[in-house]
């Protein structure tokens, strides 16, 4: 059968993006369903193209946050967030989101983030993600995180460009 996937396949996988030294760059694909009815990337929409680069940075980087969720040790929350529009994104365009680590405190991270066209910023902006424990109480981040952030803002580039 045309397409079909086999047990001798390797299994697919959703792209997670990859690391060039401190930057991770992370695709997407605009669809019919991130648009407007003119065709332009709906404005909130950049915002969840930030989210999804920020939660698959931080799997690559060894950060479990399922882990500590299900453990009770708390999550993630956004407690300070810039964007700037510059440029539309329209549909079915690659872009590229690119996360830099800019700073690393105890309870607290925070990452600039912009989504690109080639080489044009279409939108670019920064974070700060705490850690707080299910009371909504910001607390330190699980053991090993704060280094895991430190080694990303250190790492130094490659000059491979290709993602997966």
């Known amino acids: ?23 991770h760059l992370f695709p997407i694909r605009v669809y ?11 404005h909130a ?10 939660s698959d940075m931080l799997r690559l980087a060894g950060v479990d946050q399922r882990a500590a ?5 708390g999550a993630w929350a ?4 810039t964007l700037k529009y510059r440029q539309p994104a329209r549909l079915d365009e690659a872009l590229i989101v690119e996360s830099i680590v800019t700073a690393v405190r105890g309870a607290s991270v925070d990452i600039m983030q912009r989504i690109m066209r080639d080489d044009t910023v279409l939108s670019d902006g920064s974070v700060t993600a705490a850690f707080v424990a299910p009371d909504g109480r910001a607390r330190r981040q699980p053991e090993g995180w704060a280094e895991k952030f430190r080694a990303i ?4 580039p490659s000059h491979q460009m290709e993602m997966n």
């Open 69 to 73: 969720i299900e453990a009770g040790e």
């Open 32 to 42: 019919f369903e991130d648009t407007d009815v003119s065709g332009v990337v709906y």
């Open 45 to 54: 929409n950049y915002l969840r193209y930030m989210e999804r680069a920020r």
């Open 153 to 156: 803002m250190q790492a130094q």
């Open 1 to 23: 059968m045309r397409g079909s996937v086999t047990s001798a396949s390797p299994p697919l996988e959703p792209a997670s993006g990859r690391f060039d030294g401190p930057r």
């Open 78 to 81: 956004i407690s300070a967030l």
